[in-house]
């Protein structure tokens, strides 16, 4: 089991950049495939990055492709989602998520994923 503390959230104008971090605990970090989604009001939750055991797989959904990175520090038990060029659309909280399986059908589902943080709240100002 993991457990996951996501930091880094903030109010900022559009066009800056915000990292956040994703903290988790235990031994078995790298054993974790890692996913951040974000929630924004009166929507569902939807996925936003992932990466993959080793760090060398990475994908993205369309919206934030070319704007966000994400990466992860096995050192650090810790993932990160780097975002520049925010805009107002990318308002929500944002929520890392831990995979434990080799494999997946669809990495974009939240059923994918067996462990939650509390989430970050990030507000783009236009």
């Known amino acids: 089991q993991v457990q996951l503390v996501e930091s880094g959230g903030g109010l900022v104008q559009a066009g800056g950049s915000l990292r956040l971090a994703c903290a988790a605990s235990?031994?078995?970090?790298?054993?974790?495939?890692m996913g951040w989604f974000r929630q924004a009001p009166g929507k569902e939750r939807e996925f936003v990055a992932r990466?993959?055991?080793?760090?060398?797989?990475?994908y993205y959904t369309d919206s934030v492709k070319g704007r966000f990175t994400i990466s992860r520090d096995d050192a650090k038990n810790t993932v990160y989602l780097q975002m520049n060029s925010l805009k107002p659309e990318d308002t929500a909280v944002y929520y890392c998520?831990?995979?434990?399986?080799?494999?997946?059908?669809?990495?974009?589902?939240?059923?994918?994923?067996?462990?939650w943080g509390q989430g970050t709240q990030v507000t783009v100002s236009s």
């Open positions: 235990g031994r078995t970090f790298s054993s974790y495939a």
């Open positions: 998520a831990a995979d434990p399986r080799n494999y997946y059908s669809d990495y974009r589902v939240i059923a994918q994923y067996d462990y």
């Open positions: 990466i993959s055991r080793s760090g060398g797989s990475t």
